[in-house]
């Protein structure tokens, strides 16, 4: 169904570049596909024609009509014969392309697994699709979740839908970039330190980052399995909600007044690793939350940075035998060798190459435990001295930079690309949940602003999330 327009009715134009943003959010568009005033279908054709209209994102690698039409009809036909239909029925999402979907290529972006089509979905994905989700494409990422640009030289860059000529983020870029131009309301990403709050901060979204276990990862291709989880990411905290109580079991967590929250704020690392420009503008948005109740208390982080530091030099070698492990269960197995004598990229094939040539020498991961526990105890102490729910960081030191940038700039201080990980690290270390909300745009980029939250409370942590964007 369509408007005299042509224009989606559920959807809205904004700015010139073709990029789209839902009006109704994704319990919008199940409500309305439940009560007969869209069909599943309209919503599919309605998501193909999106991806066709804004391919110029580069977010999506696997498109294909006719699977994500059979699984549209198929809803369509429950809700004529009466069934009761799932509270994501016909909800388009996306699914990052190292995450199983059933009759799409799991392909990592990387040329030795354009053949790897697995039978079974993830579990993840298998929970979603049975809500009424349907999956309309798989999403683009950095080349075997190896850097944080989502630009692989084998295929196009993915661009921010927000400003075309710098990057969407890594690794889970597509799915962010899918999302901030409106292809579809929700995706899947994968996060092993930072690679689904990152790209949703640089796109403008929403992403949560879980604890470890609270999803499970079966169906996810692996390198780094203390830290690899799989991530939602929606255009806000308030839609992860849902999708996080259809991922985890249960019921989303009503939102929580501000003025009943205590955030934690540790000025130090966290804050003075960051771009002035981020300083400045998270400084205001701090403010705009303590007007609207919420109670924010300055504290020091202690041993956290050298705590950080140590866990992550601990698990530094892990993906040189994980990484073979998954590349082993595939149908046909594969080797990291196949894998890196394929790989167009200079970057990948050294890193695989580092990979092979340390796998003898590796210290037992199991050694890595006492520090990351450690870690984990630093970072949760002075929520519990506090009485605070989350630490409040930025999501990233910097913006988006330009697409092709080789080496990163903070207050003209020369950084490489792995300080986009300087706020999520520590909790991917720990095992504990980050979320990044949008916060805002400075000179027409997006902020992000992170929360870091207890271990198995993530349900709590996007309430807050949610809270907060009401006011910001």
Partial sequence: MRSGTGEDPLWRRTGGSGVVQPQSGILGIAEAVARGERTAEQEARAALDRAERLAWTGALVSIDPDPVLRAARAIDRARTAGERLGPLAGVPFVVKDNIDAAGWPTTACTPALQSNRPARDAVTVARLKAAGAVVIGKAVMHELAMGGTSCNPHMPPVRNPIAPDRIAGGSSGGTAAA??????????????????????????????????????????????????????????ADELRVIDAVMAGGSPRALLPLGSVRLALPRTYFWEGADETVRSFLSVVLDRLVRAGAQIVEFEIGEVERLNQEAGAALRNEPATALAESLSRLEPPLSVEAVQAATGSPAIAERLGGMLAGAAALRPIEESLPLRLRLRDALIAPLDRLGAAAWLVPATPLTAVPIGTERLAIDSRDADFFSYTRSTLPAANAGLPFLTINAGTRDGLPIGLGMIGRAGEDASLLAIGAACERVL
């Fill in 179 to 236: 999302i901030a131009a409106g292809i579809a309301p929700f995706g899947l990403g994968s996060d092993t330190g930072g690679s689904v709050p990152i790209p949703a901060a640089l796109c403008g979204i929403a992403g949560l980052r879980p604890s470890m276990q609270r999803y499970p990862t079966a169906g996810l291709l692996m390198s780094n399995p203390s830290r690899d989880v799989i991530g939602p990411m929606a255009g806000s």
